[in-house]
């Protein structure tokens, strides 16, 4: 009775595990061979694109600068702004629109609703998003309550309004395709980085239920979870295996759009989040929050430590 219990325990261990793997490749790499993913350029006309200026957002501009659409490009900085803007248009002769707002402020969303009325937006990247300076103690961040307020105006309610702006019009459309930036850490307890991690939580759940409301109507809501993509927000500098450029995160994320509403949208980092779930599913909770709070708490004191030289510097 033992050996068949265990006989049909490894089976349907293996059974999960090719199943999972099947999964993946098919997400990955087969459904955009075949063309079965989304044919994004039958979206619309334009990509609005939030966060535009560095890192994953500047990627999704140029990307779907190249695909062929006009894009808006929504940032802080109108300088960073106006030259990205012109590389674009140099490299890939679409028309831009630039709007220069502080997504940690709430009055910028009438100006927003009226710059992009009466545009066909067929893809939204809502990818503004900030994180603490270094990993830390919640009641240690600097001005904590300021701190929380801006994070949860950028991740948050930024997300939130974007949303509410252009998806009426996809609706009506009946096509449209919305990417949300969540993160890796919204899957897995966030020790040190506990405020950023909930707003990414908050991105996901959002997704996944609009997601479904919205399939019906014509519109896709994609949730990404992206591990660690080369840029200022992530400190690494150059890209590996599973760390990527921003540009390569892009292209692979695109390949999975209509086939996979929440993923990490790279193949090693679904690697990792296959190994997390697997963790959760066998492993008590404990082992899982001690290695990300060993992780970051090292990543913490690296910080410090180069803060003090900083300031002995001076
Ligand atoms: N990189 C990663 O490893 C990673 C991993 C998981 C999830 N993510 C998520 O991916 C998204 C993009 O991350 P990233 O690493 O590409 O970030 P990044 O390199 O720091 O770029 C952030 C972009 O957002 C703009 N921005 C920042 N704060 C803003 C504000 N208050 N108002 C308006 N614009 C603002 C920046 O403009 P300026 O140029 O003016 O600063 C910049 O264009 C974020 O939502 C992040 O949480 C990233």
């Known amino acids: 009775m033992w050996e068949v219990a265990g006989k049909v325990a490894v089976v349907l261990v293996l059974g999960r595990l090719g199943w999972s793997l099947l999964k993946g490749i098919y997400g990955t790499f087969l459904a955009s061979i075949l063309h079965l993913n989304l044919n994004i350029k039958k979206t619309g006309e334009w990509a609005v694109v939030t966060g535009a200026t560095d890192g994953?957002?500047?990627?999704?501009?140029?990307?779907?600068?190249?695909?062929?659409?006009?894009?808006?490009?929504?940032?802080r900085s109108p300088f960073k702004l106006q030259n990205v803007a012109a590389e674009i248009k140099s490299q890939h002769g679409v028309e831009t629109r630039i709007i220069d707002v502080d997504f940690t402020r709430t009055d910028i969303y009438t100006r927003l609703e009226d710059e992009l009325s009466g545009l066909d937006v067929g893809v939204l990247v809502n990818n503004v998003g900030m994180s603490y300076d270094h990993p830390e103690f919640f009641i240690d961040l600097p001005e904590c309550s300021q701190t929380c307020e801006r994070l949860i105006n950028c991740n948050i309610r930024s997300l939130t309004e974007m949303t509410?702006?252009?998806?009426?019009?996809?609706?009506?459309r009946r096509r449209g395709l919305v990417l949300n930036l969540s993160s890796l850490s919204s899957t897995i307890p966030a020790p040190l980085l506990a405020v950023y991690g909930a707003t990414k939580?908050?991105?996901?759940?959002?997704?996944?239920?609009?997601?479904?409301?919205?399939?019906?109507?014509?519109?896709?809501?994609?949730?990404?979870?992206?591990g660690y993509v080369v840029s200022n927000m992530s400190k690494f500098r150059r890209p590996t295996i599973m760390v990527p450029s921003p540009t390569a995160y892009v292209?692979?994320?695109?390949?999975?759009?209509?086939?996979?509403?929440?993923?990490?949208?790279?193949?090693?980092?679904?690697?990792?989040?296959?190994?997390?779930?697997?963790a959760k599913a066998y492993l008590p909770g404990w082992v899982l929050q001690s290695i990300v709070f060993h992780q970051l708490s090292s990543f913490?004191?690296?910080?410090?430590?180069?803060?003090?030289?900083?300031?002995?510097?001076?």
Do not use: D, W
């Open 251 to 278: 292209r692979s994320v695109l390949r999975t759009s209509g086939v996979e509403s929440h993923t990490a949208g790279y193949y090693m980092h679904k690697i990792q989040i296959y190994f997390i779930e697997l």
């Open 164 to 172: 509410r702006i252009v998806l009426p019009g996809m609706a009506q």
């Open 201 to 226: 939580a908050y991105v996901s759940s959002l997704s996944e239920s609009l997601s479904v409301e919205y399939k019906g109507k014509g519109v896709l809501i994609q949730c990404l979870l992206p």
């Open 56 to 75: 994953i957002g500047k990627a999704f501009a140029f990307e779907l600068a190249r695909l062929g659409f006009k894009v808006v490009l929504v940032s």
């Open 300 to 314: 913490r004191l690296r910080a410090l430590r180069k803060k003090q030289k900083e300031n002995k510097a001076q």
